[in-house]
């Protein structure tokens, strides 16, 4: 669907000039491709129903699996997924889950308060994995779990000799290992996860990690449970612990949730802005464990950090609504600032995993009975595919308005995000308009002197924050080419995200 490039619902008295340099030349870092990870936890409707539909008849699927689901995700190439949980991950014990589906057993997921009949286990996952192309992270269990059981389960999924174990993966029908890389030990161990002491869960992790690690061989990284701003001192008190065994600890994983207490649809403009300062609290929680890490890197192992939980959680999401909240424009600006923030911190931040692929959180899709519709949030993620793997470069933003923020610092009304792939051929910009009321009349001013080309612009949103795709009205929220575009007078509606894909003239 083309739209003529144009300002919508802005007056020339409301709209700002905005001059944006840009430095293709000069490289900042490379961007893992796994910052645009995800998360699917046995919650609610994410993994029953939305990923898994059993024997149902109505609603396609291969094998159990759903197919629109499938080819949603499919399309967005999500680089990697993690899985059981979350919570339910110390909860879940793997061996429930394999075999012949009717000798499963079923148990109660104790978190998220639900009956869970291990029909969707490990054998299932990685053929979800298959059919969506996406690279599996596993959470073992620590709170509940053995280290027997944890490496146990390392074994079933990549050890290639014959054991008793590997022989249930062949007669599951797997002969080959299924080759997982990122194993996490445990999740939110001071929490759901145990309410464990840091030094204690460190001691536990070194036990963990020991046996994980041997079984796995080389290639694999190990996460450990990090925590989130309110616990000032936990990965502190847990790296220290480790000293000695840092070796075993390839990545902190921390979490970071935003919006509590504000509603996903019934918000007010304030709460949109309250939304957005909220980054500079991912920014800050972000350097700060960067810097840790990095201290205790000194020990003789690099240590990253990876952000294995954030996005939205309004106050519709909770435990009786099955972590269920809609989604809205305001999301969809959400999730790109976001990821411009994270991009900044690309050199040390080696993944990000939003919660959850869908119906729970800040999902990706939604589902009602048979129907599915992708939200604003999907859209970003497929928009800034071109960021992954690319090359940060240089640039600056000159004369954006700056918009106050309740209990956060100011920041530009404008964030902007420019990459350059390997081969430096394509150069792709991203520009998000936080302002909710204001257009933006922007300038690019591509400095290196290539002759770049644009090859392709797409826009999304330029509408009221609080619009969203229904199940009547799938398409409201949805990217728009444009076309006639002027680089040198770029229309940047209000609340809108606008990408462009440059080409080598
Ligand atoms: O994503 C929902 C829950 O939030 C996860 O299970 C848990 O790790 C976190 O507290």
Not at 440 to 461: C, F, I, N, S
Request: hydrophobic share 35%; glycine share 10%; aromatic share 10%.
């Amino acid at each position: 669907m083309a739209r003529k490039s144009q300002i919508i619902e802005a007056t020339p008295a409301a709209i700002s000039r905005v001059t944006v340099r840009v430095h293709p030349e000069v490289r900042r870092h490379r961007l893992n491709r796994n910052l645009y990870g995800h998360f699917a936890e046995h919650i609610g409707r994410c993994v029953e129903r939305g990923i898994w539909v059993g024997d149902h008849k109505e609603i396609e699927n291969e094998g159990g699996i759903r197919l629109d689901t499938v080819e949603l995700l499919a399309r967005l190439e999500l680089p990697v997924l993690r899985w059981p949980g979350g919570c339910f991950a110390d909860n879940y014990h793997w061996q429930d889950g394999i075999g012949p589906r009717e000798g499963r057993k079923q148990r109660h997921n104790l978190w998220w308060n639900q009956s869970e009949d291990c029909q969707f286990g490990t054998d299932e996952f990685m053929r979800f994995c298959k059919l969506i192309g996406t690279e599996p992270y596993f959470c073992a269990n620590v709170g509940s779990g053995t280290v027997q059981e944890a490496a146990s389960w390392v074994e079933y999924c990549n050890s290639a000799q014959d054991t008793t174990i590997t022989r249930q993966r062949r007669e599951n029908g797997q002969e080959a290992p299924y080759g997982v890389k990122y194993w996490g030990v445990g999740n939110e161990n001071w929490g759901c996860g145990g309410s464990m002491r840091p030094e204690y869960y460190a001691d536990l992790y070194r036990q963990y990690a020991t046996y994980m690690r041997q079984t796995a061989g080389p290639g694999c990284s190990f996460i450990a449970s990090g925590s989130h701003a309110g616990i000032p001192d936990w990965e502190e008190r847990f790296l220290d612990t480790m000293k000695g065994a840092l070796h075993l600890v390839d990545y902190l994983a921390i979490h970071i949730y935003s919006a509590g207490g504000i509603s996903d649809i019934a918000f007010k403009t304030e709460d949109y802005y309250r939304l957005i300062g909220q980054i500079s609290i991912m920014d800050r929680y972000l350097k700060k464990t960067i810097g840790l890490a990095r201290a205790y890197s000194w020990y003789g192992h690099p240590i990253g950090v990876v952000l294995d939980e954030w996005g939205t959680w309004y106050k519709e999401a909770v435990v009786e609504s099955g972590m269920y909240q809609d989604s809205t424009m305001m999301d969809g600006l959400f999730a790109a600032a976001s990821f411009h923030c994270f991009h900044e911190h690309g050199e040390d931040l080696a993944m990000t995993n939003m919660a959850q692929t869908v119906n729970v959180l800040q999902a990706l899709k939604l589902t009602k009975g048979k129907q599915a519709i992708a939200t604003p949030t999907y859209h970003v993620y497929d928009l800034f595919k071109p960021h992954r793997d690319g090359w940060l470069v240089a640039s600056e933003t000159l004369g954006a308005k700056r918009l106050s923020l309740p209990d956060a610092p100011e920041r530009d009304s404008l964030s902007v995000s420019c990459s350059v792939n390997d081969e430096g051929s394509e150069l792709f910009i991203s520009l998000v308009n936080l302002d909710h009321a204001e257009a933006v009349q922007g300038a690019l001013l591509l400095r290196d002197g290539v002759p770049w080309k644009l090859a392709e612009a797409t826009q999304l949103g330029g509408m009221d924050l609080h619009s969203h795709n229904t199940f009547e009205e799938p398409q409201v929220v949805r990217p728009m080419k444009l076309i006639g575009v002027d680089i040198k007078a770029l229309e940047l509606p209000m609340a809108s995200i606008t990408t462009l894909r440059f080409e080598k003239g």
